[in-house]
């Protein structure tokens, strides 16, 4: 059962562009929704998270909108750079519920910045 | 300040073998979480350990085991490795559930071949 589905499963943009990535969750209980960025023979790193108390954060050139009626989060790269072509994760867990850091992941994303 | 480290980088097994991956987590993080990331599988969670006990552990045989160390270091364990075990195995630490800070940041990960 796949709990976090993420779209599209990849994407190309120009450089200066506007990446954005969508997913979808399923369980209602899941209080905290993070993104990470992954780069060829890495582990991820934690980009931006959100909880649902917020609709929107932002952290420089990236933000994530959270719609908790629709159960779902984006995350929108702002003036896109060949830098950030990487594959992107969305992922949810119940870390505010003290429940741990249990991450559920989506599918991931790959993203292509061309100049 | 150190980040999540894990060991070795690479590891090739034979079929059947017993492969231990080792990881040590940032300092004051007592949360070690193991996933498996599998060509087209995604991020799947394997095990969670906290204060040395076992906390939650995902939809993998029972050969997948591992431990936690009073120094809050962990090792995973795949007993009678199959091919489709090859995959990069991430290590990710948090702080302690309701301690605050509930990000998880991971390692670089272990690359296991098995042939």
């Known amino acids: 059962q796949q709990q976090v589905k993420q779209s599209p499963q990849s994407l190309i943009v120009q450089k200066g562009g506007i990446s954005i990535i969508n997913c979808a969750y399923e369980?209602?209980?899941?209080?905290?929704f993070p993104w990470y960025q992954q780069f060829p023979g890495k582990g991820p790193a934690l980009l931006i998270a959100?909880?649902?108390?917020?609709s929107e954060k932002k952290e420089g050139r990236f933000t994530i909108s959270f719609n908790k009626s629709a159960k779902q989060f984006s995350l929108h790269i702002m003036d896109s750079q060949p830098g950030d072509s990487a594959t992107y994760f969305c992922?949810?867990?119940?870390?505010?519920?003290?429940?741990?850091?249990?991450?559920?992941f989506g599918t991931g994303t790959q993203l292509k910045v061309e100049l | 300040e150190a980040g999540v480290t894990q060991s070795p980088t690479h590891l090739i097994k034979t079929r059947g073998q017993q492969a231990t991956l080792r990881c040590s987590p940032i300092?004051?993080?007592?949360?070690v979480y193991w996933y498996q990331q599998a060509l087209g599988l995604g991020l799947q969670f394997l095990l969670w350990y906290d204060e040395g006990e076992e906390r939650n552990r995902g939809n993998f045989p029972p050969r997948f085991s591992g431990r936690q160390f009073p120094n809050y270091s962990s090792e995973l364990n795949v007993n009678a490795l199959e091919l489709e075990d090859s995959a990069l195995y991430l290590c990710?630490?948090?702080?302690?559930?309701?301690?605050?800070?509930?990000?998880?940041?991971f390692g670089q990960g272990t690359r296991l071949t098995v042939v």
């Open positions: 300092s004051g993080h007592t949360s």
């Open positions: 959100i909880r649902p108390d917020v």
């Open positions: 990710a630490s948090s702080p302690a559930p309701g301690q605050g800070g509930f990000e998880a940041f």
């Open positions: 992922a949810a867990s119940k870390g505010l519920t003290g429940g741990g850091n249990k991450l559920t």
């Open positions: 369980n209602t209980a899941f209080d905290y």
